[in-house]
């Protein structure tokens, strides 16, 4: 990075992604007037019977604990709405509510994996996976997507990276942060290898309620042959806007959920009871809030999709989820440079692509989760400092 006026807190952990991305929201606090679309966190309310809800099991005194996978109607509910949304062949045992879906995380990897298993990661990636992999002992492979075809995963680019130590494969789709999709075509192929290679694939789904511009949200573990060696991880922090609320949950092989069930009793115990009430609400309410939602993301999309193309940057096909992966590489810029530059000179918080990988230096960041008249003032506030380095 050419620039010395990068801060040092910033300089000193460009090459991990996770400290990367606080550093540069630590930063921010630095500035007064910043449009932050760097976090992935709604900035939507929660629906208000899913408040209410919540408010009534409180008021009953609804606060005593559960069983550790979970409150069993909670449970049954995910259960039907992953068979009814993503066509998933799961019972109430398949299940297991976690505090977020970064605990799911943590916890999957925990069950699953031995010191020197492979785990095979998309490239580029949301990096609290690499702790969670880490953390078991377990070694990332990365495979490669590229914009050529808009982040998809190919299933040849899966098969060549497998080796005698590779036990899983990590899918995220949509994905954080590219918004690419796995496409039904890929999705089939990938299950070919799977069931060749007898490895596990983790489908992080998190964001599948979110896909756009005629495009289909496909579950890997819905297809023939893979219900007994997919896991499927998911919350209802981006679908409901409640992020706060700290509900995630894990679908799987019923020994696989026995062994994230023994581990979660160990560490946090049970879900919150009153967040775990707010979920039920709205696993088993009316799909009109995420219809809402939905339409509201999709017109924040154009805003920021025509605002970063009109200053030259290559945006790329982002088919779902909260997230705009630009090119900025017409800027010459190391990304990390860019990144301080609009937070210093703009007042806009977006993350560099080197907070999501190595290799990413070209490419940024930005969510879309402000209203549309901020995400307009960041366009604005964006485009002198595009022109000043625009080549």
Known sequence: MRNPNIPESVREVASDGTKLRYAMMELSKQYSDVIALGRG????????HIVEAAKAAMRDQRTGPTPVTGLPDLCEAIAAMLRRANHLPVERDNVVVTTGGQE?????????????DEVLVPDPRYTSYDDAIHHAGGKMVMVPTSPEDAFDLRPEAVEARITPQTK?????????PTGGILTEASARGIAEVAIRHNLIVISDEIYSRFVFEGFQHVSIGALPGMAERTITLSGFSKTYAMTGWRVGYVAGPVNLIEAITAIKAQTTGPVATVSQVAALAAATGP???IQAFYKIYQERREIMKAGLSEMGLDIGQPRGGFFIWPNS??????????????????RVLIFPGAGF???????????????????????????????????
């Open 168 to 176: 899983a494969l990590l899918i995220v789709t949509p994905s954080n």
């Open 287 to 289: 799909d009109e809030p």
């Open 329 to 346: 590489g017409s800027t010459g810029l190391h990304a990390t440079e860019l990144s301080y530059l609009m937070l210093k000179d703009a």
């Open 104 to 116: 799911g995380i943590f916890l999957i990897m925990q069950a699953l994996i031995d010191p020197g």
């Open 357 to 391: 990988g190595e290799g990413w230096d070209s490419y940024l960041r930005s969510t879309v989760l402000q209203p549309t008249e901020l995400l307009r003032e960041a366009v604005e506030r964006m485009r002198p400092v595009i022109a000043r380095y625009q080549r």
């Open 41 to 48: 966190d709604p900035d939507l309310d929660t629906p208000p």
